[in-house]
């Protein structure tokens, strides 16, 4: 699995229509075959930082969404809405396929 996090400064006058500037893209990236999930948060303590949680079967299914025309056009629009160069994490992780269970908490 290719784990990945990706933080994203955003303009403060496009902030609160970040999610809707991304809908097409989130959708369309999540009904690629490789693509395990890609989940969006905006930060508790800086209203312009988004952060994106995404993951993809294998390198393969990473590099087709890069390659895909929704990801090239989704990397122009939001040029024009970031505030600086994303920041980002990306790990291929072997043996995975998507979230595990946290040991150390039980709902009671």
Same mark, same amino acid.
């Given at each position: ?21 991304? $809908? #097409?893209?989130?959708? %369309?990236?999540?009904?690629? &075959? ?41 990397? $122009? #629009?939001?040029?024009? %809405?970031?505030?600086?160069? &994303? ?22």
């Amino acid at each position: 699995m290719i784990f990945i996090t990706v933080k994203f400064a955003v303009r403060p006058e496009r902030a609160d229509d970040w999610l809707t500037l991304v $809908d #097409d893209f989130t959708r %369309a990236t999540r009904n690629e &075959p490789g693509n395990l999930f890609f989940e969006w948060s905006r930060s508790v303590e800086d209203p312009n930082e988004f952060v994106l949680v995404e993951a993809f079967r294998d390198g393969d299914a990473g590099k087709e969404h890069v390659e895909s025309a929704h990801f090239v056009k989704a990397m $122009d #629009d939001l040029s024009y %809405a970031v505030a600086a160069k &994303p920041r980002i994490v990306s790990i291929d992780i072997p043996g995975m396929n998507g979230w595990g269970e946290m040991g150390e908490i039980t709902p009671r």
